[in-house]
């Protein structure tokens, strides 16, 4: 079956620490993003990537960093330098960049301590 | 800047028909979608409509007016499984890139 995965679907962290939260999809997808969600809030977008070896900051890219070495993956690190992580990281994929319609996966609950 | 508005809660009764509306404020619009997510999964894409008009996908209708930056999503024969957030989303073009900007959601309740 094809989809998006994300691993681990819970983490905990010390604060301090940097941690890289998994995004694979076999759909194919040209197309990646990760999105931040906090509790009542919607889906903010921290980086996105139209295609392999390139990525765009989106509104709240300060503290996270991600790559694109490969089509299917799509890797975002949280790092010491963000203030607040924890919240609920969504990686999502459309087919194209211009594609209306995302596919996301099943997200991943950080905790920083 | 971008910024779309949304109520934050609606509740509705079983079997009734309820509209969550959505404005928004941004450049190069492209088009708006309409995601469903229940309690801790994942957003699942429900409807999208680039042009002016209805778009209809069984229950779940969806309307655009870009002339007055608003859309609405409608959701019919409401079921007890329908009890989720519904969020609107704006497609808009800066720089070459295509970008989505989600509202904050509308937590939709439906009871007996």
């Known amino acids: 079956d094809g989809g998006i995965t994300q691993s681990p679907k819970y983490l905990f962290r010390k604060e301090g620490q940097n941690v890289t939260l998994s995004c694979e999809q076999n759909?194919?997808?040209?197309?990646m993003y990760w999105y931040r969600q906090d509790p009542g809030q919607g889906l903010r977008l921290i980086y996105y990537?139209?295609?392999?070896?390139?990525?765009q900051k989106g509104d709240i890219a300060e503290g996270y960093s991600v790559s694109r070495e490969k089509k299917e993956s799509f890797p975002l690190t949280v790092t010491s330098a963000q203030k607040n992580p924890t919240a609920f990281y969504l990686c999502a994929s459309s087919i194209v960049r211009d594609s209306h319609e995302q596919f996301f996966g099943p997200g991943t609950r950080l905790t920083v301590l | 800047g971008q910024s779309l508005e949304q109520p934050s809660e609606v509740t509705a009764v079983e079997g009734a028909i309820v509209q969550i509306n959505c404005t928004y404020q941004?450049?190069?619009?492209?088009?708006l979608s309409w995601y469903q997510q229940h309690d801790g999964g994942a957003p699942t894409f429900l409807s999208y409509?680039?042009?002016?008009g209805l778009e209809e996908t069984g229950r779940f209708s969806s309307f655009l007016s870009r002339s007055d930056s608003y859309g609405y999503l409608l959701l019919q024969e409401l079921q007890m499984k329908d009890s989720a957030s519904y969020f609107c989303a704006v497609r808009s073009f800066s720089g070459g890139y295509q970008k989505v900007t989600f509202g904050t959601g509308t937590k939709l309740q439906v009871i007996p």
């Open positions: 759909l194919n997808h040209d197309a």
């Open positions: 941004t450049s190069g619009f492209y088009g």
């Open positions: 990537s139209q295609i392999v070896n390139d990525f």
């Open positions: 409509n680039g042009l002016d």
